[in-house]
């Protein structure tokens, strides 16, 4: 039933956003307020959304957010970032090309 697979990805991604709570604790400030701007996007996005796909400036900014967590120093807290947002990402936007750093972005922490 397409309405009970609809409420197993909001559950998800309600676990995704708790990853993320979490991890805020050990993560520097800057990456703290890239995340917290993306989770207000993605907030706005679910009370104004009336069907079809998010918005792809939510994805952007989702994809920023996974920019600037995988630069964070705290390798645990970092890891349950990326958790958060990697589940955030599949959960909202499944059919998005792989995340991919753009020009000047750095994977290695």
Do not use: W
């Not at 697979?5 to 703290?32: E, H, K, P």
């Not at 996005?45 to 964070?72: F, I, N, Q, W």
Request: charged share 25%; net charge negative; aromatic share 2%.
């Amino acid at each position: 039933d397409r309405h009970d697979a609809d409420s197993l990805v909001q559950l998800r991604i309600g676990i995704n956003i708790i990853d993320l709570r979490r991890a805020r604790y050990g993560l520097a400030a800057t990456t703290i307020a890239v995340i917290d701007d993306m989770l207000d996007q993605l907030a706005i996005a679910c009370r104004s959304h009336a069907g079809g796909g998010m918005p792809t400036e939510l994805l952007t900014s989702v994809d920023r957010a996974l920019a600037k967590a995988v630069t964070d120093p705290n390798d645990n807290a970092r890891e349950d970032a990326l958790i958060g947002l990697v589940g955030i990402r599949r959960g909202l936007f499944p059919d998005a090309p792989a995340y991919r750093p753009r020009t000047g972005e750095s994977v290695a922490a």
